[in-house]
């Protein structure tokens, strides 16, 4: 009895040492983010527009800070995208590549507009998705091949919910494939 009596005690600090709320994280007087456009030192074309807006509405879908003009915030939220990379993981006989991996990184800063104080970096964060092609056997066998550009939607998105997560939440998760 008195066993279960120490584990149940033991359990109830482990779940309790488990919550978070933004309050605790972010500074009490930040209500409101500004989001300008990230920056992009990749050759890909237009990632930068598209990244702004997915962690916009990412934002206003988690609804914990209001985006606002550059004024009316009390943080901004700078971001570059420092690295995209489509690398093949896996040939066939013919030397097609069956799988990818796609990466997206990048650098963020979260910065309180009153006293213009970094209150946080996270330099280098990844997201992260693998993919088969058509030449992939697994691909043809479930139809489930995909295209470069389908897969990089999906990737600005699994980006976008990491920034926004870090921002409000205060933990970044390092996917490891």
Do not use: H
């Amino acid at each position: 009895m008195r066993k279960k009596t120490i584990a149940l005690i033991a359990l109830s600090f482990v779940l309790v040492s488990c919550g978070y709320q933004v309050q605790d994280y972010l500074p009490s007087n930040v209500t409101a983010v500004y989001v300008p456009l990230f920056q992009n030192n990749t050759d890909r074309y237009g990632l930068e527009e598209r990244l702004t807006e997915e962690v916009i509405k990412k934002f206003l879908v988690d609804g914990s800070l209001k985006v606002e003009k550059k004024t009316k915030s009390q943080a901004m939220l700078e971001g570059r995208i420092t690295r995209y990379m489509l690398i093949p993981l896996v040939y066939d006989v013919n030397n097609l590549v069956e799988e990818y991996k796609m990466v997206l990184t990048v650098n963020l800063r979260l910065i309180d507009m009153t006293t213009r104080e970094v209150l946080w970096e996270e330099p280098e964060g990844d997201a992260v998705e693998i993919f088969y092609t058509a030449y992939s056997e697994e691909a043809q066998a479930r139809n489930s091949a995909e295209l470069e550009p389908d897969v990089m939607e999906r990737l600005l998105l699994r980006m976008a919910e990491k920034v926004v997560e870090r921002v409000v939440r205060g933990w970044w998760v390092e996917e490891q494939f």
